[in-house]
């Protein structure tokens, strides 16, 4: 198979990294709502923002084993003249209090347990000694001790009505937490997205099958796959299709129909054979961009088709790396309602000169680390985006603008986490 050359291929107008992004965003549509068991909401996304339903904790909390007490009692508590309380109740957690505590009273509390009316403070159990007299226990406290003392007050974490957690937010640790705390379950989620992934390229081979001339293993879906399950997505792997037109089209279109977001790699550059210029310069969707003024990655497309999107990534694995953290991950979160998709930037210092010459901004794979108080970022190996050596490591991609001199080590960058 031959294709036509067709001279639009030549003529592309590149779009800032920043307008490519925005264009994206503006066709996502966000996905359906779910509810998930609290147990299974661990690395989803809030559908919604949760506001605290009561104030925690709910009652007043002790938050020591010994005795609430009036501090008033305690006003003349010395070592030579320790106040005695009679103890007229014990309270262990999840125990209410029978009756308010009086003048000259003590109740025993555990750690959680419910402090009771008239009690306004509690002595640790450390600082206390006990007495039994005529079948009654008595406390003997030695020092004055501060209102409030070793008491979570009623809404002292969090008052009803508090924000604690936005759309979109993505279900970890605390917010798994917070969510059993304020009674959230199931919890409201967006449903996974269901995210493609079609390689293009003759000269692909399965990772199981043995090398032949010309030919190299593929590569780049695993590792969008281990990129979207970093991303708590699970892949749709929709295998691989040579050169061939009809077929990555045929392809393409399912895979569109089946999944909410589709991704390419190879074919979208001015090659013969670069397959998807082909199925997207002829096809019922919409191209939204088909170059961007960044390297690596400046041939990475964006196209619509029936409100679905289609990023077609670059087959070069390093360009690839890149275009799923600039323009994939943003996607995935907005279509799970995060209000603020994009990446998250730092200033650091360049740990290594960069002594290329740009005409387009450049994304270099880095690793940062902090020394002498300062976060430096060093390129993990040479910039080139064919090579995959240098993806491992990185943990942060180094923003280098057009440039015609070289950039200093020590230099103030911007570079942008890999989450
Ligand atoms: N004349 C020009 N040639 C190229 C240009 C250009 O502007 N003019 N751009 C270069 C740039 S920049 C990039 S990036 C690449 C983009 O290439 P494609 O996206 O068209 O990808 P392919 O041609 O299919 O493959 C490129 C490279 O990557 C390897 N590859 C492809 N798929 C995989 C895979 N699944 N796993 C591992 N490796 C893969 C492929 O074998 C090639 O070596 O174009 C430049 N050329
Ligand atoms: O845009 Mo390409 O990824 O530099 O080689
Ligand atoms: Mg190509």
Redesign the pocket.
């Known amino acids: 198979m031959q294709p036509d050359p067709n001279p639009e291929r030549f003529h592309r107008h590149a779009l800032q990294p920043e307008e490519a992004q925005r264009l994206i965003l503006e066709h996502v549509r966000p996905l359906p709502v779910e509810s998930v068991p609290l147990l299974e909401a661990w690395g989803r996304r809030l559908a919604e923002p949760v506001a605290a339903p009561h104030p925690f904790p709910p009652f007043r909390r002790s938050g020591m084993d010994g005795y609430a007490v009036r501090t008033a009692d305690l006003m003349n508590a010395a070592a030579d003249g320790p106040a005695e309380l009679i103890v007229v109740e014990s309270l262990p957690a999840g125990k209410a209090p029978r009756f308010p505590l009086g003048p000259g009273q003590a109740c025993r509390i555990m750690t959680g347990g419910m402090v009771p009316e008239g009690a306004d403070a509690v002595v640790m159990l450390e600082m206390t000694k006990t007495e039994q007299r005529e079948g009654n226990s008595y406390v003997l406290i030695s020092k004055r001790v501060p209102a409030g003392n070793n008491i979570s007050e009623i809404g002292s974490e969090m008052q009803t009505g508090a924000r604690l957690l936005e759309a979109g937010q993505l279900i970890g640790t605390g917010e798994t937490a917070l969510l059993a705390a304020c009674g959230c379950a199931p919890v409201s989620v967006t449903r996974r997205p269901r995210v493609g992934v079609l390689s293009t390229g003759s000269e692909l081979l399965e990772v199981d099958e043995p090398l032949e001339p010309a030919k190299i293993r593929n590569s780049n879906a695993p590792m969008l796959a281990a990129l979207l399950k970093a991303a708590h997505v699970e892949p749709v792997m929709l295998g691989k299709v040579p050169d061939d037109i009809e077929a990555a089209r045929t392809l393409v279109e399912k895979g569109l129909r089946e999944c909410d977001l589709l991704l390419t790699t190879g074919g979208v550059?001015v090659g013969d054979y670069d397959v998807m210029v082909d199925v997207l310069a002829n096809w019922d969707g919409r191209m939204l961009f088909n170059k961007?003024a960044?390297?690596?990655?400046?041939?990475?497309t964006a196209a619509v088709l029936d409100g679905k999107l289609l990023i077609a990534l670059?087959g070069?694995p390093?360009?690839?790396f890149?275009?799923f953290n600039l323009f994939v991950l943003p996607a995935l979160k907005a279509m799970q309602r995060v209000s603020n998709p994009y990446g998250k930037s730092f200033t650091a210092r360049l740990g290594a000169e960069f002594p290329k010459v740009n005409a387009?901004r450049r994304y270099i794979r880095g690793s940062s680390e902090v020394r002498d108080g300062m976060v430096w970022v060093t390129p993990t190996g040479e910039d080139?985006?064919?090579l995959m050596t240098t993806i491992v490591g990185a943990d942060c991609l180094i923003e280098i603008p057009p440039l015609k001199e070289t950039l200093e080590q020590g230099e103030l960058v911007t570079a942008w986490r890999i989450e």
């Open positions: 550059s961007v960044m390297r690596p990655g400046s041939p990475t670059s070069n390093g360009a690839c890149v275009g387009f080139k985006s064919s």
